[in-house]
């Protein structure tokens, strides 16, 4: 697995008082969670492409509010439940995010292995024009992590779609940083086939946080 572990206070010793972003150290929930995550993205699949009766409908409502009912008294703050803080599961253990994982993990860049899915279909089988700029998003956040830059927030994203993006087959996806100029780092990412076909392409700019912003 690669190592999210790069510490940017060893570029940056100043690092931790840089806005008022919190650290998110990585969680070890167990392996109840992997199941659990696995479980519900299957379930949103389903729930996007299923058809059943009535009866149905109203005994998988029973269901999903009888599993609300026992998470319900768990909520955490953010930071504090495994969301988004597991590396070793697809999108970092978060639902939210497509079902990726991180094959490099360098300054130089970032490569993440991705699969969307019938939840993700925005129409004719091809993945929805706005999930891709999420995915980019995410992998401009972990391009500046693991430049060992501060943290930093997105001031813009531009994408541009050159080839319908398929589900249910393994993508590549990467990102690097173009130039960086003080608090500014310009971003590039791209979205590939198992061609190497380019399907879409993206640039962004991320400004670095001043103390105490948000």
């Known amino acids: 697995m690669t190592d999210f572990g790069l510490d940017p206070r060893r570029a940056d010793p100043e690092y ?68 988004n803080r597991v590396p070793s599961l697809p999108g970092a253990g978060s639902l939210l995010m497509p079902p990726w994982h991180v094959t490099k993990f360098e300054a130089e860049g970032v490569e993440l292995q991705v699969q969307f899915s019938r939840y993700h279909v925005g129409g004719n089988h091809a993945v929805h024009g706005g999930v891709l700029p ?7 956040g972990m391009v500046i992590h693991a430049a060992g830059r501060p943290i930093s927030r997105t001031a813009f994203l531009h994408v541009d779609y050159r080839r319908v993006t398929p589900i249910d087959t393994t993508l590549t996806a990467r990102g690097w940083i173009r130039e960086a100029e003080g608090r500014k780092a310009f971003v590039n990412a791209e979205l590939l086939d198992g061609a190497g076909n380019v399907l879409a392409e993206s640039n962004g700019l991320m400004i670095r946080l001043l103390p105490g912003q948000p």
């Open 16 to 83: 931790d008082r840089h806005g008022g972003f919190p650290l998110f150290e990585a969680a070890d929930p167990g392996p109840g969670f992997g199941r659990f995550l696995a479980a519900m993205r299957r379930a949103q699949d389903l729930a996007v492409s299923v058809n059943p009766d009535s009866s149905t409908w109203d005994e998988a409502a029973d269901r999903v509010e009888d599993l609300v009912k026992l998470l319900d008294p768990y909520r955490a703050a953010e930071g504090e439940g495994p969301a």
């Open 134 to 140: 999420l995915l980019f998003d995410s992998i401009f």
